[in-house]
Structures are given as C-alpha cells and as structure tokens.
C-alpha cells in the first residue's frame, strides 16, 4: 500500500509487521517517533502479542533486548549518538552471546560539543563490535531492511543494526510502500531461536571462557559474518520476488559501467551525489556511483569488483577517525590494495553540515583534474581553523575549542570585560 508518512513511522509499521515480541527502548532524538509509535500499537492492541517495556537508560535498553532474546522472544528496540555509547558493553555482549536482536540506529553525531544533528559516527564508532551494520538509502529502503534484517538476523543467530539518517530520513515524509501483513508472514518464517534458556534443558548463556577458547569463539563469530555475505544476496533476491521491489543486499551501482571516476558513499547522501552525477554525464563526465548498503560485514570482493576498472576513486563519508582520517575510505583502500587506482577521502556532512551539489560538482571536477589531497574536508572553514591554531600558539589557556569558534562565528555573544 502506498502511503505517504514520516520514515520513523514507516519503520515502525515495518518492525510491527515483523511481530516482535519485546520492544523495549528509551527516548532520544532522533529516533524517538519509531518506538513512540510502537508503543502506541501496542498500547491500543494494534501489536499483540507484544511487550512494551519503558526503560530509565539506554543500556538498560540493551540489557533487556539481550534477556528477552536469550529466553527466545523476537526482539527489537532503537537508539542514536550517546544512547548507542551508553549501552556499547551490552552492544558487545548482544553480539558475542549470538542474540538475533534488530536495533534500528537513527545516525546523529557524537560529542562533545553537543550536536544532534546527523553524521555516521554513532554506528561507525561500534564497527568492530560484531553486529551486521546495514545502511538504508532511502525511508523505503530504510522499512525493506528492517524486514531483512529479522530475516537475516534469526538465520544467523546475529545481531543486525539498520542504520538510517537521523532527521534526513527519520523525520521526512517521502511515499513508502507498506506491505501487507501476508507479505511479510511469506518472507519472515515464525521465530525460532537457534539458542534459547530453557527450564527443561538448562544451559549457561554466556559462561567465561578462558584462552583455552576464546580465540575459536571469537573467530566464530567471525565466520557468521562471513556467511551473511552470502546469505544478504539471497535474502534480497527473494525479498524481490515477494515484494516486487530490489532492496537491501550488499552493494549497488548507477551509472558506474562505463566510469572513469566513481563516488563510494553510503546512506541518503548517495541520492544528492547521483542527482550531481546525472548532471554531470549529461556535460559529458564519466562519473559513477558506488553504494555500499553493507558495512558490516564488509564486502571486499564486491567493492573490488565493482571498483577496479574506474580510473579515480572518491569516497565521500560522513565520518571522521581522529589521528587518521577516513573510516569508510580505509576499508575501500583494502578492497582495492595494488590495483593501482587513484583513491580520495573525502569527509563531509560532518555534525549535519549540508552537502550540496554545488560543492560536489567543484569536487568531482578537481578529482578528474588530479587537484583533490589525499584526505578533503569538504567545505572546511580553513580561516576559523587557523585562526583558533595560531590563538593556541599565542595563548596557553586559549579557551574552549568549540565555544571559541561559535564566538568567532557571532554565534554567541563574546564575553565582557
């Protein structure tokens, strides 16, 4: 059914249709309206079977995700930026117990300073916890992967977190196409846990484990990851086949068969960089889109493969690692180690900062003309930044960073006397 809604309401009909079991979540912005709206389901009886449970934090959250999936409940809840820091020891542990919970990540940075607005650092900053990391495009992609993601996740007995651009996506109305609730009954089969506590067959969950072990436990649970490679093609194919639509997957391309140049991204600015993309072919550019919709586990083969015959290669992340610059870029250097390829880091969006066609037309160009650095910041202040350098060198108690940019911006007021 078509339908024009908010993204956090699309996927919260989506995670309804799935039949959770146990939601259990605590607010933060930005994606409060998802867990809203599954309350309110399962307040009136919209959802049922279904236990709502209202949490005081965060990794409160995590924990009963973790205890309702372990006694074999199909399990969601959601989070963004801090919430995600707060609960990472539970992140950690929903992963290494094996546990199939879906979380949906409403990606917003992380600080200090504060800012709510959105970059992908939240969910980058746990790439290596263990949890399948997916990122949707689009609110329509956004709703398929939920559906995938049970799928996937219960397959594998793995957690899966959907990622999806705080406010970009979560609070924009676009037109969605909501299954039917047979729909989602003929792609997602009945739950049932590959491990559960159960009273007639008691087993530890979650026992220490000593040298002895670990490294087997933990290269195991590196082989899940390896096997969603496979399974997350399948699953998407016949996502297809049930709901009409291509969704989900590991990676997709446009306009990239005969480029020389190819832009990597991942999330909702794929779609401003594909609108710059169509104008620029249409001035005779060789430019192409790369879009990874997989992050974790990674897709070496299919990001090599779809890769390798471009001249220059431009990634464009929302995501900064401090001390060494680009996080998705890394990962895109491994899949295409000695092959030669010209390749770009290029971090922008950063805090929410806007990425527009303009500055992206300006950067395609300078990468065809050989004049991009190694690592970019798109659209950096470099007069407010070598400003705040060189009051450092003048001054050893030169103030706060942040609080002395927004004063050299007029943003606050400057301090008296």
């Keep these: 059914m078509l339908k024009q809604t908010e993204g956090s309401r699309a996927v919260a009909e989506a995670v309804a249709l799935c039949r959770p079991e146990v939601i259990c979540a605590y607010p933060i912005s930005p994606q409060t309206h998802i867990v809203e709206a599954l309350g309110e389901m399962v307040k009136v009886g919209a959802l049922t079977p279904c236990e709502f449970i209202n949490v005081e934090s965060e990794f409160a959250a995590m924990s009963v995700a973790i205890g309702a999936s372990a006694a074999g409940a199909r399990s969601y809840t959601a989070t963004a930026s801090q919430g995600l820091l707060f609960m990472a020891e539970a992140v950690f542990n929903a992963s290494g117990l094996g546990l199939p919970i879906v979380m949906t990540v409403a990606n917003r940075a992380i600080g200090a300073p504060i800012n709510i607005w959105n970059d992908h650092s939240d969910a980058l900053s746990q790439r290596d916890c263990g949890w399948i990391q997916l990122f949707a495009e689009t609110n329509q992609e956004a709703l398929d992967l939920h559906i995938q993601a049970f799928r996937l996740g219960e397959e594998l007995s793995l957690p899966i977190m959907v990622c999806m651009d705080g406010f970009i996506l979560t609070h924009a109305y676009e037109r969605v196409d909501i299954p039917t609730q047979a729909q989602v009954d003929a ?9 559960v506590l159960d009273p007639l067959e008691p087993v530890s969950i979650g026992a220490m484990v000593g040298p002895e072990a670990f490294s087997e436990v933990r290269y ?29 997957g590991l990676t997709h391309t446009y306009r990239a068969d005969d480029a020389e140049t190819i832009v990597v991204a991942m999330g909702s600015v794929l779609g401003t960089i594909k609108d710059v993309v169509d104008e620029m072919r249409d001035d005779g550019h060789k430019v192409g889109v790369f879009g990874i919709t997989c992050f974790r586990p990674f897709p070496l083969a299919q990001v090599c493969a779809g890769l390798r015959g471009a001249k220059r290669v431009i990634v464009l992340e929302k995501s900064l690692a401090i001390g060494i610059g680009g996080i998705l870029a890394s990962n895109v250097r491994l899949a295409l180690n000695n092959l030669g ?15 527009t066609k303009t500055s992206l037309h300006k950067l395609f160009r300078d990468a065809e003309q050989a004049k991009l ?39 606050v007021a400057a301090k008296i006397g």
Excluded: C
């Excluded at 792609?187 to 491990?195: A, G, I, M, V």
């Excluded at 390829?341 to 990425?355: F, H, N, P, Q, S």
């Design 187 to 195: 792609y997602l089969p009945r739950y049932e846990p590959r491990q």
């Design 220 to 248: 195991l649970a590196h082989a899940k990851q390896m096997q969603a490679l496979e399974r997350m093609p399948e699953y998407a194919a016949e996502f297809k086949s049930v709901f009409g639509r291509d969704s989900g």
């Design 341 to 355: 390829i010209d390749i770009y880091t290029v971090v922008a969006g950063l805090g929410g900062r806007a990425i």
């Design 373 to 411: 650095e190694a690592t970019t910041f798109l659209d950096l202040d470099w007069k407010a930044v070598n400003r705040q350098l060189d009051r450092e060198k003048a001054k050893r108690r030169s103030g706060p960073i942040a609080e002395n940019l927004l004063r050299d911006l007029g943003v």
